[in-house]
């Protein structure tokens, strides 16, 4: 397994809005009889974003209802403080939306990030293994909570290659793969292992995947 250079999000905005309006809260995907307070964030990896808010719901009673990439990535923003991704934490009351939102910024410093590939990050790989599942990711996955997930994200033709390798060198199976484009012109792929809580299965399926990345980045033409 390569190691490689850790390129640390950053939180470009964070506010709250601790009584929402009633129709903000329905246009941004919250529920008025269960929620009053929204914390909104943007961040320029929007990859690490959702595992940071998926990490928030397991500090915090708060819910992901809102979080979507934006076309084009952080390259491409329409605003300095945009990045490329919004998300939103809605909660009960404030306290909850403060408890999420540290949550998620220490995921972002300490944790999940992208990694320079190639030494001059022309090629950026997301390989990061998720050890529990909070509720967000296990909704959007189908998984239960609590279960282990690799979360695999890179270019388009490196991160096909890293795929096939990650599913090649594990017993671990797809959850779910997202050809590219998507809105940031990357594809990904969430893996679990083929038997619950297999948790060195997903991390050696991650540890394929950075390989293959870092060997097309290395060799874009090898045969």
């Known amino acids: 397994m390569s190691l490689l250079e850790p390129i640390v999000p950053t939180l470009l905005s964070v506010r709250r809005i601790p009584g929402a309006d009633p129709a903000l809260l329905r246009a941004y995907g919250a529920d008025p009889a269960r929620h009053t307070s929204l914390g909104l964030v943007t ?5 690490a974003l959702y595992v940071a808010l998926d990490e928030a719901t397991k500090h915090a009673a708060v819910d992901v209802v809102f979080a979507r990439s934006f076309y084009a990535g952080a390259g491409h923003a329409s605003g300095k403080l945009s990045g490329e991704i919004l998300g939103v934490l809605a909660a009960a009351e404030p306290q909850s939306i403060e408890d999420g939102l540290a949550a998620l910024a220490a995921c972002l410093a300490h944790d999940a990030c992208f990694y320079d590939a190639d030494g001059a990050r022309g090629v950026t ?19 239960a909570v609590g279960e282990c997930m690799a979360y695999l994200v890179a270019p388009p033709l490196e991160a096909t290659l890293g795929f096939d390798a990650a599913l090649k060198a594990a017993a671990v199976r797809a959850v779910k793969i997202v050809a590219p484009p998507t809105e940031t012109n990357f594809a990904c792929a969430w893996l679990t292992g083929e038997r619950p809580g297999d948790l060195a299965a997903c991390a050696a399926a991650a540890a394929a995947f950075i390989d293959a990345v870092v060997d097309v980045a290395a060799r874009p033409h090898a045969r």
């Open 125 to 143: 790989v997301f390989p990061h293994v998720i050890g529990s599942l909070g509720h967000y990711l296990a909704r959007a996955s189908g998984l």
């Open 43 to 47: 961040c320029d990896q929007d990859d």
